[in-house]
């Protein structure tokens, strides 16, 4: 194709040659001056205006509308005319072109700033790809069965977890949860919004798949879907408890720390100058900058002297949690003393038995007492209720640690009831919530649920972060600087178990099969891609492009400047009559 640059050049040769002839005309065949300049000004018009009916030029307008095909685009309706492009996933049609992924047709076509998705959405593939464009989504049909899926990433032996989930489009559906060997677990209805949820105790450490089952009025099962429990057993904490005489919810407390495999440390008085302790049970500043967290009662504490209390209080603003059993009246030292870090013990006339939630339908737990105080801070936030909504235990956070109070005084009565796993959860709630943080964060991932070769992205990450899978070890490439830094992509390639080594930590995690809850994969997609259009730009009418002009104008305006220079180039109108 002959560049603009040298058509101009031949039409600038053209108009010189022809304002030459026409001179050489004029001197031959005498005429009047301003026919000549006639002449020679349509002749350069002329060709001026052919030059732009060859390359019109370009003129601003509105960037377009590129209109991308996803995975079930063709459930929708009416498709929108305009140009069209189809992504891997979409279904296919021959006359749409397809490209590999949304960033290659970005690429291809950088003039493109508003897309029109039609389907199911974009795939964590193409999601990072619209940035800064304008996006419009056009779902195709609702997916039915499982669209909605969450469960804790971290669950811990003995505490109780809970999946909660939502199915649609299933009248009269039940959900089922069963265990690895099938046993059924729980099972409940769907409420009329669709939501359910089904719950299971840890009872060991490892990695096990449960079965969730959607099942329609019928039984018929619709859908089943791989439940992936990685139970963990925490890190040992240590612990140091102090008490002012032996009781039997001291026992089940300590029955519970040595269970659940924490680093007790413990000092009983039994009286004057008699007490059943452990070797690093003293109240010193090592021993506690050694311990993650301190359960004392109002007895033991009333004990201290006051060195021991300020020495506590340090240690507390330096991390260590602290946790004050009230099971009787407490001093006036006492409340002082927690005033003093923030909260603040009154008396109150209360009902002093109280009842817990259960968390199964057909438990009944024991009464329980309380002590007639009421804890109160600004900031304070409630780790125990009961079932009227009363505070039972209290913490506030205290510098770089956290101090609480408990006014539950016979706990040990769910074991003995035969709800030891009650018991656990509590204490084990409480302590979780208290004890002294840990210094190294975990590694987090982005996305709670995994298939195969579709990206995945964790943070938080160590520089030696690699990913385990079947004995074979893969290095990740984490981020050092930018919004991403810690962070790192992986793509899976099968189905099963994987672990994520971090520094010392570890995560586990589990890759579904391709096509198992493709309802939920689906509605994850949808609920991505109207995220993604709802902080979108307009950029629709504010951004434009430019694209080639019309040659009809230039075409219609050298048509009638040739016909002018053609009518008086042969008239006899301004030459010089010659006698």
């Avoid at 299933?170 to 409420?191: F, M, Q, W, Y």
């Avoid at 359910?196 to 018929?220: E, F, M, P, T, W």
């Avoid at 074979?472 to 991403?484: A, D, H, M, R, S």
């Avoid at 979108?536 to 040659?551: E, F, I, K, L, Q």
Wanted: charged share 20%.
């Amino acid at each position: 194709m002959i560049s603009a640059s040298l058509l101009a050049g031949l039409f600038a040769i053209a108009v010189l040659i022809s304002a030459v002839l026409i001179q050489l005309s004029a001197r031959r065949h005498p005429s009047r001056l301003w026919r000549g300049i006639a002449l020679t000004v349509l002749s350069a018009l002329s060709a001026l205006l052919l030059y732009f009916t060859l390359l019109p030029p370009s003129r601003q307008a509105p960037a377009g509308e590129r209109v991308v095909m996803t995975a079930h685009s063709d459930t929708v309706g009416n498709l929108p005319v305009g140009k069209r492009v189809a992504l891997p996933e979409a279904p296919t049609r021959q006359d749409v072109p397809r490209v590999p992924d949304l960033a290659t047709l970005l690429r291809q076509s950088p003039g493109i700033e508003s897309l029109l998705i039609v389907g199911d959405g974009l795939t964590a593939r193409d999601q990072d790809a619209v940035a800064g464009r304008g996006i419009r989504f056009l779902p195709g049909t609702a997916p039915v069965g499982l669209v909605d899926f969450w469960m804790p990433e971290s669950i811990v032996i003995g505490g109780r977890w809970q999946l909660r989930l939502r199915v649609s489009g299933i009248t009269g559906a039940r959900v089922e949860l069963r265990d690895p060997s099938g046993a059924l677990v729980d099972t409940t209805a769907i409420s009329a919004s669709g939501d359910a949820a089904l719950s299971d105790i840890a009872r060991a450490a490892g990695r096990v798949n449960y079965q969730l089952r959607v099942l329609d009025s019928a039984g018929k099962i619709r859908e089943s879907f791989t439940v992936p429990v990685a139970v963990s057993q925490p890190p040992a904490l240590k612990l140091l408890s102090r008490s002012g005489g032996p009781g039997p919810d001291l026992k089940a407390l300590r029955r519970w720390a040595l269970d659940a495999g924490l680093q007790l440390q413990s000092h009983i008085d039994l009286g004057p100058g008699m007490a059943v302790r452990t070797e690093d049970a003293t109240i010193r500043a090592d021993t506690l900058a050694a311990q993650d967290m301190l359960i004392v009662d109002e007895r033991a504490w009333q004990g201290f002297d006051g060195d021991q209390r300020r020495v506590i209080r340090e240690a507390v603003g330096n991390g260590l949690g602290l946790l004050l059993r009230v099971t009787g009246p407490v001093s006036a030292q006492t409340v002082a003393d927690f005033r003093q870090m923030g909260l603040r013990i009154d008396p109150a006339t209360l009902t002093q038995n109280v009842q817990l939630t259960p968390d199964t339908e057909n438990a009944e737990w024991p009464t329980l007492s309380r002590q007639a105080l009421r804890v109160s801070a600004a900031d304070a936030r409630i780790a125990l209720a009961g079932t009227q909504g009363e505070a039972l235990a209290v913490w506030r956070a205290q510098g770089n640690g956290r101090v609480g109070i408990i006014l539950l005084s016979d706990s040990y009565r769910l074991a003995l009831a035969g709800f030891g796993d009650a018991h656990s959860r509590i204490w084990s709630g409480l302590v979780s919530v208290l004890a002294r943080p840990q210094s190294e964060a975990s590694p987090v991932r982005r996305s709670d649920l995994a298939w195969p070769h579709e990206r995945m992205v964790f943070c938080q990450l160590q520089a030696d972060a690699s990913i385990q899978s079947e004995g074979e070890w893969q290095p990740l490439i984490v981020e050092t600087t930018g919004i991403n830094r810690g962070c790192a992509g992986f793509w899976p390639e099968t189905t099963g178990w994987y672990t994520l080594n971090s520094g010392a930590n570890q995560l586990p995690f589990y890759v579904h099969a391709p096509k198992e809850g493709e309802a939920l994969r689906r509605s994850q997609i949808r609920a991505a891609t109207l995220k993604l259009a709802a902080r979108a730009p307009d950029t629709a009418m504010a951004s434009r492009v430019p694209v080639p002009g019309s040659p009809w104008p230039w075409f219609i305006g050298w048509l009638v400047v040739s016909g002018m220079l053609w009518w008086l180039e042969r008239s006899r109108l301004g030459r010089e009559r010659v006698l």
